[in-house]
């Protein structure tokens, strides 16, 4: 039995809650009074209750974000059902801001921002029968030094099969108004030898695939170079991943980047946009000569695996210039390009332009962009359903040469939007289409719709599909080849190492 019984749905099981274990640390002398409980979106809400309910607990902390809130807010009734006795305490960045849109109003008690102090005092007060604190509670940001760090709370299991989080910063000195990091400007560092002491433990416990969740990684080379340092000091295999702000790649940070070997960091570079004028109107900087010149050495200097990202929906942009944002940056890397989807999140500013641009909002979670201005919902749909379908075929590495094939004349968004219309069409959906299905469905649109030659479409597809050794091709492209897979293979299988040929092709 526990008294505090820390618990929420993370979105998969791979990725475990640092939030909760960050309360657990510092719960301090009541820590072996709390248990962490962690479930996933998928499990059924009342075996979830029937566990956290089975503690007897006297206090419940419940983590709630974007992907868990519809889910949570149930919950939140059904513990109150059962157990009304039993404090409940919500955290998170959910309930964090005002307005809520989700109906917590059950809940005894809302901590606002990180809640690690705050939580602790809350759960003293009511153990010991104190005089209550308010509903709301405010929560101060603590100074890093002052906070147990909760590395110690991965259990073996998370280490051997789990992505392990680790910070090394919290805040971020950016203001872009669709992000709620913008809104802790102040940007505070843990001390940086305990950090490494943790680092340390972890990889001797055997951890080996890190994300770090510092919003702006990059921003002072006195505190990335020690943390870079470390890894390369290591031997692979490890996979370390940092989001990085796409303007600031000074030459230290570039010369140790460089020297990170195939297969073990990740960087996930944030564009969002590249029209000037939308960036500044939601206050995003954008130098376009030092992106460039930086996407073009992560490119070809490093063996990074890179993720770019492109924002659908925001004020002032309109689907053409969308179009045009991917296909300049599709010029720019062979990278993976997200194409996420506008979301207006409690605590933004973007609410101020909801009037002039005619901003329209999905009103529970994810809080997507549903129409504006200058994009209807059904054009907001198709470029939705594009998105979804960009990740199959782009991104999903199944189809790195032949979805070329889809923009002969090199419009990528246009010729991208067009076959994703038709696959919606063929099949009324954008998920659970199996890889055959998908093969032969992108195998018959370059023939039938785009006149390509059988023989032409069947060897290019299958020259993917082969890269993934004993993978069996549909039959419908291998009765269309004409060229030997081995020959197939070997010919479009890049080799791991600087990547100046894929700038060459």
């Given at each position: 039995?526990?008294?505090?019984?820390?618990?929420?749905?993370?979105?998969?099981?791979?990725?475990?809650?640092?939030?909760?274990?960050?309360?657990?640390?510092?719960?301090?002398?009541?820590?072996?009074?709390?248990?962490?409980?962690?479930?996933?979106?998928?499990?059924?809400?009342?075996?979830?209750?029937?566990?956290?309910?089975?503690?007897?607990?006297?206090?419940?902390?419940?983590?709630?974000?974007?992907?868990?809130?519809?889910?949570?807010?149930?919950?939140?009734?059904?513990?109150?059902?059962?157990?009304?006795?039993?404090?409940?305490?919500?955290?998170?960045?959910?309930?964090?801001?005002?307005?809520?849109?989700?109906?917590?109003?059950?809940?005894?008690?809302?901590?606002?921002?990180?809640?690690?102090?705050?939580?602790?005092?809350?759960?003293?007060?009511?153990?010991?029968?104190?005089?209550?604190?308010?509903?709301?509670?405010?929560?101060?940001?603590?100074?890093?030094?002052?906070?147990?760090?909760?590395?110690?709370?991965?259990?073996?299991?998370?280490?051997?099969?789990?992505?392990?989080?680790?910070?090394?910063?919290?805040?971020?000195?950016?203001?872009?108004?669709?992000?709620?990091?913008?809104?802790?400007?102040?940007?505070?560092?843990?001390?940086?030898?305990?950090?490494?002491?943790?680092?340390?433990?972890?990889?001797?416990?055997?951890?080996?695939?890190?994300?770090?969740?510092?919003?702006?990684?990059?921003?002072?080379?006195?505190?990335?170079?020690?943390?870079?340092?470390?890894?390369?000091?290591?031997?692979?295999?490890?996979?370390?991943?940092?989001?990085?702000?796409?303007?600031?790649?000074?030459?230290?940070?570039?010369?140790?980047?460089?020297?990170?070997?195939?297969?073990?960091?990740?960087?996930?570079?944030?564009?969002?946009?590249?029209?000037?004028?939308?960036?500044?109107?939601?206050?995003?900087?954008?130098?376009?000569?030092?992106?460039?010149?930086?996407?073009?050495?992560?490119?070809?200097?490093?063996?990074?695996?890179?993720?770019?990202?492109?924002?659908?929906?925001?004020?002032?942009?309109?689907?053409?210039?969308?179009?045009?944002?991917?296909?300049?940056?599709?010029?720019?890397?062979?990278?993976?390009?997200?194409?996420?989807?506008?979301?207006?999140?409690?605590?933004?500013?973007?609410?101020?332009?909801?009037?002039?641009?005619?901003?329209?909002?999905?009103?529970?979670?994810?809080?997507?962009i549903l129409a504006n201005d200058l994009i209807d919902f059904t054009a907001m749909q198709d470029l939705k359903r594009m998105a979804r379908?960009?990740?199959?075929?782009?991104?999903?590495?199944?189809?790195?040469?032949?979805?070329?094939?889809?923009?002969?004349?090199?419009?990528?968004?246009?010729?991208?939007?067009r076959f994703s219309k038709w696959l919606y069409g063929a099949t009324e959906s954008t998920w659970q289409i199996a890889l055959k299905r998908?093969?032969?469905?992108?195998?018959?649109?370059?023939?039938?719709?785009?006149?390509?030659?059988?023989?032409?479409?069947?060897?290019?597809?299958?020259?993917?599909?082969?890269?993934?050794?004993?993978?069996?091709?549909?039959?419908?492209?291998?009765?269309?080849?004409?060229?030997?897979?081995?020959?197939?293979?070997?010919?479009?299988?890049?080799?791991?190492?600087?990547?100046?040929?894929?700038?060459?092709?």
């Amino acid at each position: 039995m526990h008294d505090i019984v820390l618990t929420t749905l993370n979105a998969r099981y791979i990725h475990p809650s640092i939030g909760l274990r960050y309360l657990h640390a510092n719960l301090h002398d009541l820590r072996h009074r709390a248990v962490i409980q962690e479930f996933v979106i998928s499990d059924h809400l009342l075996d979830i209750a029937e566990k956290i309910l089975a503690h007897r607990p006297r206090i419940i902390g419940l983590g709630v974000y974007i992907w868990n809130g519809k889910e949570c807010e149930q919950l939140v009734r059904i513990l109150k059902s059962l157990a009304p006795e039993v404090l409940l305490v919500l955290g998170g960045p959910e309930v964090s801001h005002f307005p809520h849109r989700l109906d917590f109003s059950q809940a005894d008690h809302v901590i606002c921002g990180e809640g690690e102090e705050q939580f602790h005092q809350l759960c003293c007060a009511y153990l010991t029968g104190s005089a209550g604190l308010p509903r709301i509670i405010t929560a101060s940001p603590p100074d890093p030094d002052r906070l147990v760090m909760p590395y110690d709370l991965y259990t073996d299991a998370d280490v051997a099969h789990r992505v392990i989080y680790v910070e090394a910063s919290r805040g971020c000195p950016f203001s872009c108004e669709f992000c709620l990091s913008s809104i802790d400007k102040l940007v505070r560092y843990f001390d940086p030898d305990r950090f490494l002491r943790e680092l340390a433990t972890l990889w001797d416990r055997g951890a080996r695939n890190f994300k770090f969740i510092d919003r702006t990684f990059n921003l002072s080379m006195q505190r990335v170079g020690p943390i870079l340092d470390f890894f390369l000091r290591r031997q692979p295999p490890f996979l370390v991943h940092f989001e990085v702000v796409p303007e600031h790649f000074p030459f230290e940070l570039r010369e140790k980047l460089a020297q990170f070997p195939p297969g073990t960091l990740q960087l996930e570079v944030g564009i969002q946009t590249l029209n000037a004028d939308v960036a500044a109107s939601i206050h995003r900087r954008l130098d376009m000569d030092r992106i460039t010149a930086n996407l073009r050495f992560l490119e070809e200097e490093t063996n990074a695996h890179l993720h770019v990202d492109l924002i659908i929906g925001l004020p002032g942009e309109s689907a053409d210039s969308f179009g045009r944002n991917l296909n300049r940056l599709a010029g720019l890397t062979r990278a993976e390009i997200q194409l996420g989807v506008l979301k207006k999140l409690s605590g933004t500013t973007l609410n101020r332009h909801d009037a002039v641009h005619g901003m329209t909002y999905l009103p529970y979670p994810p809080y997507e962009i549903l129409a504006n201005d200058l994009i209807d919902f059904t054009a907001m749909q198709d470029l939705k359903r594009m998105a979804r379908f960009w990740d199959l075929l782009y991104n999903s590495g199944n189809f790195n040469g032949s979805v070329r094939l889809l923009w002969p004349d090199q419009d990528v968004y246009a010729g991208f939007l067009r076959f994703s219309k038709w696959l919606y069409g063929a099949t009324e959906s954008t998920w659970q289409i199996a890889l055959k299905r998908l093969a032969e469905l992108f195998f018959a649109y370059l023939t039938e719709e785009l006149g390509l030659a059988k023989d032409e479409a069947a060897n290019a597809i299958a020259a993917d599909l082969l890269k993934v050794k004993g993978r069996p091709l549909p039959v419908v492209i291998s009765d269309n080849m004409t060229v030997h897979p081995g020959s197939l293979q070997a010919r479009n299988t890049l080799s791991p190492g600087k990547r100046q040929a894929r700038h060459a092709e």
